[in-house]
């Protein structure tokens, strides 16, 4: 739109300035034509008076013509031959064709448009009468154009500078025009952004049209009523999760009583069964409101700065009974600056090798990378187990799905959900892949850097 205006105000300028300054060369020519065919009439006269028989009073006058107008002047008489001269004539082919023309009795008055490039010689004629209408010579005045092309520059200058002025008003009325409708558009697709990734609420902006002033009233309604229900649903999770554990505290305590006095009884074992998942799945809510609570308005925690490794990784996790079936390698050596506090690292890799020990299969190996690449820290745990179907890698760290081939195996389908909420609120990505020639590949980027 702005280009538009502006390339519209400009080819507006141009079709007025073109024939204006058209108009001013062609009205100082004209003056000049005027004045100086009078100068040229008063030498005819003069040459007319003298006659053929006095040319000494003719020299006398262009002589004294000369010393004031400092203009070049020829007088022929009926057979071409001077009868009177003073200083040079530029172009002597032309004012022989000029004087021929003067001697039929045809005055060549006209000037060519005086330009701030014209050359400043411009010759005019006029026939010279004695007593009779038929030209018995006649004369040449050399028009010295200097000072009319110096006036046309200097309306031109005044003119294109005007206009000059005037596009410069344009554009600065077009830039505040522009930012005026704008700025708020900016600021609506700043939201907009912010919208889809469920972050941030708009507060209305009193700028621009009306019509976007409204907008920006209800887009800031909007994300005020979506910030508020996301607030709600987090403290309901934490809520919900810290009121049902007292309870199942209480359950659990009640099953060991019954497990006690019938260890063999298959309906207290499947009870104790279940009790264990909804233990786990509450864990892995809390985990989740817990990370979206400590999380800023713009989805980003407070984070620190450690150093730590793959193989600091790995061998934190060989010291777990609960993963020692699981073999952990460390693919890379170097430390690492990883922008998030050490506990949300070692949860995000602790999931990632727990889920190994649980779908990887009988004898698993989880292999550890951490490196850093352009100003990020990332995280690879892969895996050789059967992985997943490509149509499937989408879904992962949805909130309580699970692989059809992992339904029946222990887990709440929580797990990734937790990673990617640690994940998001320090600010980084979770990627997904198929590995070669089997299992999982998930990398997690970071801030980060290495540690020299």
């Given at each position: 739109?702005?280009?538009?205006?502006?390339?519209?105000?400009?080819?507006?300028?141009?079709?007025?300035?073109?024939?204006?300054?058209?108009?001013?060369?062609?009205?100082?020519?004209?003056?000049?034509?005027?004045?100086?065919?009078?100068?040229?009439?008063?030498?005819?006269?003069?040459?007319?008076?003298?006659?053929?028989?006095?040319?000494?009073?003719?020299?006398?006058?262009?002589?004294?013509?000369?010393?004031?107008?400092?203009?070049?002047?020829?007088?022929?008489?009926?057979?071409?031959?001077?009868?009177?001269?003073?200083?040079?004539?530029?172009?002597?082919?032309?004012?022989?064709?000029?004087?021929?023309?003067?001697?039929?009795?045809?005055?060549q008055y006209d000037l060519p448009v005086v330009l701030p490039w014209s050359p400043s010689a411009q010759p005019i004629a006029a026939p010279v009468r004695r007593g009779s209408e038929v030209a018995q010579g006649g004369a040449l005045l050399v028009v010295d154009a200097a000072d009319a092309r110096a006036d046309v520059t200097r309306s031109w200058s005044i003119a294109v500078g005007a206009a000059l002025v005037l596009l410069g008003a344009l554009v600065v009325f077009s830039l505040r025009f522009a930012d005026w409708v704008l700025r708020p558009v900016r600021i609506l697709d700043t939201a907009a952004a912010e919208g889809a990734e469920g972050t941030g609420v708009l507060p209305a902006v009193p700028l621009g049209p009306p019509?976007?002033?409204?907008?920006?009233?209800?887009?800031?309604?909007?994300?005020?009523?979506?910030?508020?229900?996301?607030?709600?649903?987090?403290?309901?999770?934490?809520d919900v999760s810290h009121q049902l554990r007292n309870p199942l505290t209480a359950m659990r305590y009640r099953v060991d009583d019954l497990l006690a006095d019938d260890p063999g009884s298959e309906a207290v074992t499947a009870l104790d069964g279940d009790l264990e998942r909804l233990s786990a799945t509450l864990d892995r809510l809390l985990a989740i409101a817990e990370v979206e609570q400590r999380a800023s308005p713009e989805g980003v925690a407070v984070v620190g700065e450690h150093v730590t490794s793959a193989p600091a990784l790995a061998a934190l996790f060989r010291q777990r009974r609960d993963l020692d079936r699981i073999r952990i390698l460390a693919a890379t050596r170097g430390e690492v600056v990883v922008g998030c506090r050490r506990s949300d690292l070692e949860d995000i890799a602790f999931i990632l090798v727990e889920n190994v020990g649980k779908y990887g299969g009988p004898s698993p190996t989880a292999t550890i990378a951490l490196w850093a690449e352009d100003g990020r820290a990332l995280l690879r745990v892969a895996d050789d187990g059967p992985g997943l179907p490509d149509e499937d890698l989408g879904?992962?760290?949805?909130?309580?799905?699970?692989?059809?081939?992992?339904?029946?195996?222990?887990?709440?389908?929580?797990?990734?959900?937790?990673?990617?909420?640690?994940?998001?609120?320090?600010?980084?990505?979770?990627?997904?892949?198929?590995?070669?020639?089997?299992?999982?590949?998930?990398?997690?980027?970071?801030?980060?850097?290495?540690?020299?």
């Open positions: 739109m702005l280009i538009g205006l502006l390339l519209l105000g400009g080819v507006s300028l141009v079709a007025v300035l073109v024939p204006l300054l058209g108009a001013l060369a062609s009205a100082r020519t004209q003056a000049l034509v005027l004045q100086r065919g009078a100068a040229l009439d008063e030498i005819v006269a003069v040459a007319t008076t003298a006659g053929d028989g006095d040319p000494v009073t003719l020299q006398r006058y262009l002589d004294r013509f000369f010393e004031v107008h400092g203009e070049s002047v020829l007088v022929v008489d009926g057979e071409g031959g001077p009868v009177a001269a003073v200083g040079e004539v530029p172009d002597p082919e032309r004012a022989d064709r000029m004087l021929l023309s003067a001697q039929r009795n045809l005055p019509e976007i002033q409204r907008l920006s009233r209800s887009v800031a309604r909007m994300t005020q009523a979506r910030e508020e229900a996301l607030q709600r649903q987090r403290g309901l999770v934490a879904r992962v760290g949805t909130r309580f799905w699970r692989a059809e081939p992992h339904r029946s195996l222990p887990g709440t389908g929580l797990g990734h959900a937790v990673l990617g909420a640690i994940v998001h609120a320090n600010g980084g990505t979770v990627t997904v892949s198929s590995g070669r020639p089997s299992g999982l590949v998930v990398t997690v980027a970071l801030a980060g850097s290495s540690w020299s």
